[in-house]
């Protein structure tokens, strides 16, 4: 059975930094690419980054580029979302999700709030 275990949301202030964590199980980790994607209140949900099976390629929605970083550890069976200089508009449940771009494989999600 797939498992997908967010972590590292927070409550934090305008121009903070958070590192979400995602453990996976279940599958062939090292086989896929993996995603990060979000959903803000009384929003859809929306992409935010992907990375490729073997860590190299990655990918971000233009408003998190140069904010965020997302790697991996395939030893550990781990994804990562590094984040920077946060804002309101990243307040949202952030999910790990199969895929590059996403699936319908997702966790229960982490909540990150950037409030001051």
């Known amino acids: 059975e797939v498992e997908l275990l967010e972590s590292g949301g927070d409550l934090v202030q305008p121009g903070g930094s958070l590192t979400l964590s995602c453990a996976a199980s279940g599958f062939s980790f090292d086989t896929n690419g993996m995603s990060w994607v979000r959903q803000a209140p009384g929003k859809e949900l929306e992409w935010v980054s992907g990375i490729d099976r073997d860590g190299v390629l990655v990918y971000y929605r233009e408003s998190v580029k140069g904010r965020f970083t997302i790697f991996r550890d395939n030893a550990k069976n781990m994804v990562y979302l590094e984040m920077h200089s946060l804002n309101s508009e990243d307040t949202a449940l952030y999910y790990c999700?199969?895929?590059?771009?996403?699936?319908?494989?997702r966790g229960q999600g982490t909540q990150v709030t950037v409030s001051s």
């Open positions: 999700s199969t895929g590059i771009y996403g699936s319908s494989t």
